[in-house]
Nanobody, 125 residues
């Protein structure tokens, strides 16, 4: 059974860097042809896809976060990480990691087959 688990600080201060890790079990993140993504859902807003890392290690970032979000992965630990620099209160959201069996553009949100439970992140001084 595939499981994804987000971890990271629930509270960060403005201008700091947020680092979230998704630990995957039941499937290697290098397995053909899966994509691993980060989503977030701000209050009273729908899900926003923010970045992907493919089975080969290539990455995609939302244009809104491109300058702030280097996605990385640790294949030994079977983890992938979202880092968001210079956070502001607008980055407050529930952050999810998820797996897609297709390219995210093709899959759309509904094409993701496994999701983490989500982790709440608040930005406040």
């Amino acid at each position: 059974q595939v499981q994804l688990q987000e971890s990271g600080p629930g509270l960060v201060k403005p201008s700091q860097t947020l680092s979230l890790t998704c630990t995957v079990s039941g499937c290697s993140i290098t397995t053909n042809f899966y994509y691993w993504s980060w989503f977030r859902q701000p209050p009273a807003t729908g899900l926003e896809r923010r970045g992907d890392i493919a089975y080969r290690g290539s990455t995609y970032y939302s244009q809104f976060l491109k300058s702030r979000t280097p996605n990385t992965r640790n294949t030994t630990k079977n983890q992938f990480t979202l880092q968001l620099s210079s956070v502001t209160p607008e980055d407050k959201a529930v952050y999810y990691c998820a797996r897609s069996p297709d390219h995210p553009v093709v899959a759309g949100t509904r094409g993701y087959d496994y999701w983490g439970q989500g982790t709440q992140v608040t930005v406040s001084s």
